[in-house]
C-alpha cells in the first residue's frame, strides 16, 4: 500500500493556514496483511501474516492519542461480545512498555496487545493518523479500514464484514 497526499503549509501571510492537501492513510482494502513483524511486551516479535486464520479486528492506537483512549472501552466492550468468534489485536504504535500495556488493561481491554515501536506495520500499510481499526478476513484480507470507532459501528461491521 502507498500513501498519498501532501504537506500542510501554515506559514504566507500573517500565518495563515493556506490551502493544501494533508496527508491521509492509504487505502488498503483488499490488499493482504503485510509481511512485517511487531512486538509482544517482552521484545518477542510476532509477523503479522500470522494473524490470518480467523477473523480479525486490529485496532492500531497509543496512549498519546486522545480519540484512541476514547474508543479503548468500547474495544473491551465488543471483544467481550465477539471474542469467541473474532480475534482482537491491539498495536501500539508506540514502544513495548508495560506502561502501554496497563494503559489498555486499565481501560477494560483483555485482548492481545501488540507493539509497532520501529513502525514497520504502520509504514507499510501507510497509516499517517491514529486510531485505524483494519477487519480483516480469515484469508488475511483486509476487508474494511476505519478511523475513530464506538462500539455500536464496531458491532455492525464486524457483523457485516467478518461474521
Not at 521484545?43 to 483512549?69: E, H, K, Y
Request: charged share 20%; hydrophobic share 40%.
Amino acid at each position: 500500500a502507498s500513501g498519498g497526499g501532501g504537506n500542510a503549509v501554515v506559514d504566507g501571510p500573517q500565518n495563515q493556514l493556506q490551502p493544501a492537501t494533508i496527508e491521509t492513510n492509504a487505502i488498503v482494502e483488499g490488499d493482504q496483511l503485510p509481511d512485517v513483524n511487531v512486538q509482544t511486551v517482552d521484545g518477542t516479535d510476532v509477523s503479522i501474516r500470522s494473524l490470518a486464520g480467523q477473523p480479525t479486528v486490529i485496532n492500531v492506537w497509543g496512549s498519546t492519542c486522545t480519540a484512541c483512549v476514547v474508543e479503548l472501552p468500547e474495544f473491551a466492550a465488543a471483544h467481550l461480545l465477539y471474542g469467541d468468534r473474532v480475534r482482537f489485536v491491539g498495536i501500539s504504535y508506540l514502544g513495548a512498555t508495560e506502561r502501554e500495556e496497563s494503559f489498555a488493561r486499565d481501560r477494560g481491554v483483555q485482548y492481545e496487545l501488540l507493539y509497532d515501536g520501529n513502525f514497520d506495520f504502520v509504514n507499510e500499510v501507510g497509516i499517517t493518523s491514529f486510531p485505524v481499526t483494519l477487519f480483516v478476513d480469515a484469508n488475511g484480507r483486509i476487508v474494511r479500514q476505519t478511523g475513530q470507532l464506538d462500539e455500536a459501528a464496531l458491532s455492525r461491521f464486524i457483523e457485516s464484514d467478518l461474521l
